[in-house]
């Protein structure tokens, strides 16, 4: 570990954001971290579907899936107190359109050396043998945002980083190495400092003075159903694979699980193009919220029939940013960006929660050069 005597700013408090502070605090920065909302982790970090992932998402990205089975041990060290076991987690392969075969799905696990066993009786037949060819009972866990939350403020505090709450940054003013940058917030305040993190997801290209990152992004936004599950079903979790179907995750903070269906989820969905004027969060504020649930649950108790008995408790809007060249294999890889014009600002997206280490890795090879 470096020691590191900088003035840094962390730009988000989100996941990414509070986690990357507490790691840049810990080597010695001073770090200030600045949220536009009045918490931390509201956003995606909070509303999504709480997937601990252990890499069988990913049988079309090899890279993803193996990164996936390295962090998740590390993520259930660091954060145990947050992830949920008690569940079963399914994994199932449809018979139609699906672009793995069952044979193919097995072979990816060894592969990846992800446990996985044909599925006991009784869950089995929980589906539809006309419809769905194989089932697994695999090991894949959630994790409850709220709890994640409150480790890491403890772990902020305890490591010193200075937390701005209700601050939208809307500026990073640059200058000429080594005087100071200096963070604009809403309200004309300025910070000087020397490094940048920008760790705002669908705000990535939002702040004036951060020059917009050569990865392409793709918004959506996004519907997670939240539902009260039939009692078959309980402690259970499903994820069909791997085409146009569903999945359903435990939601721990809530007691309840998510519902999201590959087709009905998305509302939404745009490719950011630069001076499109169009700022996510904005969008998602102005989008019309009528929900999707009832066209997800007709499809997915075709292939469960006793979803059928599933009842929509509320729902969850939020943006999903992710990079326009994983569309393909679905490939979910961190972005890690120094900014073209000024080398003391770094955009990171996270894409997913475990994807964390790869974020320190990135930041430890940073300032080694
Ligand atoms: C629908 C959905 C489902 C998902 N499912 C999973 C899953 O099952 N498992 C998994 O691992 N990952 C999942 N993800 C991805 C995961 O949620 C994200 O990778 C992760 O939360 C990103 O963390 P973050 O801190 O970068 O983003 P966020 O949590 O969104 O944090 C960014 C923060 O920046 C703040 N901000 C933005 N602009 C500014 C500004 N100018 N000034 C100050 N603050 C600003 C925002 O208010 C926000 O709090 C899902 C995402 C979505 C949307």
Redesign the pocket.
Known sequence: MVQLNHAIAV????????SVAEYLAKQGAEVIL????SD??????????????NGYHYPRSFSTAYRSRLNFSRFLHDYRPAIATNFVKLYAIARLSSKVSSRQFEYFCQNIEAPFTPARTSFADLFSPRLIAAVYETQEYA?DAAVLRRLLAERLAKAGVKIRLD????QIISSISPAPMQVIDHQGNSTPVEYVFN?????LN??VGITPTQLKLKH?I?E?SLIQLPPELENIAVTVMDGPFFSF?PFPDRGLSTF?HVRY?PHAAWIEAANDGLNP?EMLKNCDRATNFGYMIRDAQRYIPCLETATHQDS?F????VLVRNEGDDGRPILFEVDANEPRIVS????????IYDAYTAIDDYFKH
């Open positions: 730009i988000g408090g989100g996941f990414y954001g509070c600045f949220e536009q909302a931390l982790m509201t956003r995606a970090s909070y509303n999504n579907q709480a997937r601990l992932h994790f601050t939208p940054i809307e760790c705002t997801y669908s705000g939002g702040v959506e996004t997670l995750m999201t989820t969060y969850l939020e943006i999903k940013t990171m997206l996270g894409s997913k929660i475990d994807n």
